[in-house]
């Protein structure tokens, strides 16, 4: 016997309704993913939230699947077949399904929730989901993310990386951390030893120089990169005005780009 597709939907709708009470009734701040990282305590992956308003940060422990899964999007690296979250978009988008948003809606027991708001045949429909799959499917569908308030009430600090970056970040303008194998797996490079950039700083100097987030440095003016902290005590032995020479490792492809630090 078949079961209608739609029907089926419809039916989830009613199945987490408390869920959908709660998270209308705590209202919800939109946020964006600014980076994926490795707790260095648990060695756990951690996807970080930023709300759009004010900038305060929710991270989210998940599992490597869904992390690799987030990061392969994030970074834009395409994957010769459609991975499962792939999937699921093309499944909603051939029934004509839209996904308004998805909301991180509770923090219990250390355990996050999550629900997918769907439009479908002029329906509204809530799906329950792990925070992990919901995040790595509206990065495919362009759908905005919201966390209520009360998540973010309850959210933990955001771990702490145990490198050194002052100097990095103000002569270079990025944020970087050691690529360590968890890490290489998730962004499914075959570079093993290097730094990942986090994040870089609109207009710094390397961004002009042509520095993106999810970029390796491999080398500094010829000599290898395996730590944040060999790069940092490279920049702080500098003498401005100067360049450095960096050996990247951009999408796959290896590069080179010369960044001119300032006095």
């Keep these: ?46 996807v ?27 970074e834009q690296i395409k994957t010769p077949r459609p991975l499962t979250h792939d999937l699921i978009r093309n499944i909603l988008q051939g029934v004509g399904a839209t996904l308004q948003r998805v909301t991180i809606t509770d923090l219990r027991n250390s355990t996050y929730f999550a629900l997918l708001s769907l439009s479908l045949k002029g329906q509204e429909l809530q799906i329950d989901s792990r925070p992990s799959d919901a995040i790595a499917v509206a990065l495919r569908m362009k759908a905005p993310i919201f966390a209520t308030h009360q998540v973010l009430a309850k959210s933990k600090p955001v771990p702490s990386q145990p490198t050194r ?11 970087a951390q050691d690529l360590t194998a968890e890490l290489a797996s998730l962004l499914d490079s075959q570079q093993q ?23 390796i440095i491999i080398k500094a003016n010829d000599q290898m990169i395996s730590s944040a902290s060999e790069l940092e005590s490279l920049i702080q032995s500098a003498k401005a005005p100067t360049q450095i020479k960096l050996e990247v490792i951009k999408k796959g492809k290896p590069t080179t780009l010369v960044i001119d630090l300032p006095l």
């Design 1 to 46: 016997m078949k079961l209608n597709f739609w029907i089926l939907l419809s039916c989830l709708t009613f199945v987490y309704a408390g869920e959908v009470q709660a998270a209308q009734g705590s209202g919800a701040v939109e946020t964006k993913v600014k980076t994926v990282m490795i707790d260095p305590n648990s060695q756990s992956p951690v």
């Design 48 to 74: 970080v939230l930023e709300t759009v308003p004010d900038k305060k940060l929710l991270p989210i422990w998940i599992d490597v699947p869904e992390a690799r899964a987030i990061a392969i999007e994030i």
């Design 165 to 175: 970056g002052e100097q990095t970040q103000k002569k270079l303008g990025i944020q």
């Design 193 to 215: 030893k290097g730094v990942l950039v986090t994040e870089v700083t609109i207009g710094s100097n390397g961004m002009k120089a042509g520095l993106q987030r999810g970029d």
